[in-house]
Each structure stands twice: as C-alpha cells, then as structure tokens.
C-alpha cells in the first residue's frame, strides 16, 4: 500500500502547477492500471475525525490538511516485491515538491493470529 | 460539488492507528482479542459494503526527495500514530463511518481510527481550478 503523507507541499503550487502535478499524478495512476500494477486508489477528504479512548468516546478533528503526516491518499498495489513497490514510489510526481510516499507491505496474516499462533507454539502465558 | 459533506453518501476509510498491542498480551487475552476482532469484521461486513480491508505489515518505509535525490527511510518506526490496517467501505455519512469506527475492538487496547472520507477529485485539480476562477473574477 502507497500512502502519500503531508500535503503541505500542494500549498506553495501556483495553479499551472498544481494541474501539471495532478496530470502526471493522474497518468501515472493510469500507467500503473493498464500495467495491473494498482488495483485501487483515492485521494482522501482533509475532514475527518481520530476516534479513540474506551467506546470511541473521544472524537477528535484532525488536522488532516496542511500537516506533514496526515494521510493525503493512497494507492492498492498488486507487486511481487517491496522493491518493486518502493520503484513505484519513487515515480511520484509530488516527490519533486516534497510529497513523501510511505510504503507498506500488506500483512499476510493478521497479525493477532500470527502473534496468537506464536504464543501457543512458545506455551507463552500472562 | 464533487467532496462529499458530513451528509454525503459516499466511500469512507478507517485507518486503525496504534502499537503492536497483541505483542503484550498473554495467550489467553490473545485469544479474546482475536474472537473480537473476527467478530467485529464479520458484523462489519454484514451491515455495510466493505470494498477492501486489510492488515498491513510493521515494515515499511517512507520515501521523499532529500537535496535533490530519492532518499528511503524505514524500517517503519513503531509509534501511537502507526498505520496497523485499513477498511475502505460505503457510509450514508461521515456520521455513521464514525459510529462504526466507536465500536472497533482495538480502542480498547489504547489504539486509534482515524475516519477520512475518500475524495472523488484529486484536490490539487480542485484547487488549482478554484485559483483560476479566483484570478478570472480579479480580472474582469
């Protein structure tokens, strides 16, 4: 998974810019479907909320624009290796502006199961 | 017109944030844990149209342009912040994405869901768009 971090790079973008960027954005997306490279792929509203605490009781606001982590978008990859996924993450238009693409393997077992898993195999109690 | 509002119908994702919370519990509590996760998905699935869901792997690594070149960072940090996993699925509102997001089992291990309504335009085509219309009415 290609989770594109910060967007506060988008801000110091003149208007031709931010177009130049959004097509080749776009194309690359487009190059990556036709490949079968991506599967999915979004931007994210910058509203939103963080749910946390006991029962979800605290519900807070983001920030989730101008910040250097909140989570801009994301794309599903379909790749047979990190570094091949990592490739992919280099190509990214925003790069040049100071988008920075956080790559994640998707796991291949929860991890609760493979932990659960251990902990039997180790006879692992409290 | 196009970026969904609190009313809006649309796609949500949840991204679940937190540490490794399982590494620290005893087998016992694993099991517990696990019994109400499946349980949540499963429910989850049953009551709304999940498009994608799945755990993600603690490693990982961030790239970025660092003076003038490609630069990758990682292993992956461990952190409160850290991205665990995600579901991508359809909400009548922003309302009713976070009354799910209340009932995950994992806030009660210290984790956090952030709710984020998926956009259906690339924000910076947007923006770019408003700008102009900006300038066009500055000009005439």
């Known amino acids: 998974m290609l989770l594109f971090r910060g967007n506060e790079w988008q801000k110091g973008l003149s208007p031709e810019e931010m177009q130049t960027v959004a097509s080749r954005w776009m194309a690359w997306f487009s190059g990556l479907k036709d490949q079968g490279k991506v599967t999915a792929g979004s931007p994210l509203e910058a509203q939103g909320k963080l749910v946390s605490g006991k029962n979800g009781r605290v519900v807070a606001d983001g920030p989730f624009a101008e910040s250097k982590e909140a989570v801009g978008g994301y794309f599903l990859l379909q790749v047979k290796s990190m570094d091949e996924a990592l490739a992919i993450a280099k190509e990214c238009p925003g790069l040049a502006y100071g988008a920075v693409v956080e790559v994640r393997p998707v796991a291949e077992a929860c991890p609760l199961i493979a932990e659960f898993a251990e902990a039997q195999l180790t006879g692992a109690t409290a | ?140």
């Open chain 2, 1 to 140: 017109m196009s970026t969904p509002t609190t009313t809006t119908a649309g796609e949500y994702l949840l991204l679940f944030r937190g540490r490794e919370w399982y590494n620290d519990l005893s087998a016992e509590e694993l099991q517990k844990a696990l019994g109400q996760t499946k349980a949540w998905f499963e429910r989850v699935s049953s009551q709304v149209k999940v498009k994608a869901s799945q755990p993600l792997a603690r490693e990982g690594a961030t790239v970025s342009l660092k003076n003038g070149r490609v630069v990758t960072d990682g292993p992956y940090a461990e952190s409160k912040e850290a991205i665990g996993g995600y579901l991508l699925f359809e909400a009548g509102s922003l309302e009713e994405a976070i009354a799910l997001a209340k009932t995950c089992p994992t806030l009660a291990y210290d984790c956090a869901v952030e709710v984020r309504p998926v956009g259906t335009e690339c924000p910076m085509s947007a923006r770019a768009r408003q700008l102009e219309q900006a300038q066009e009415l500055v000009n005439a």
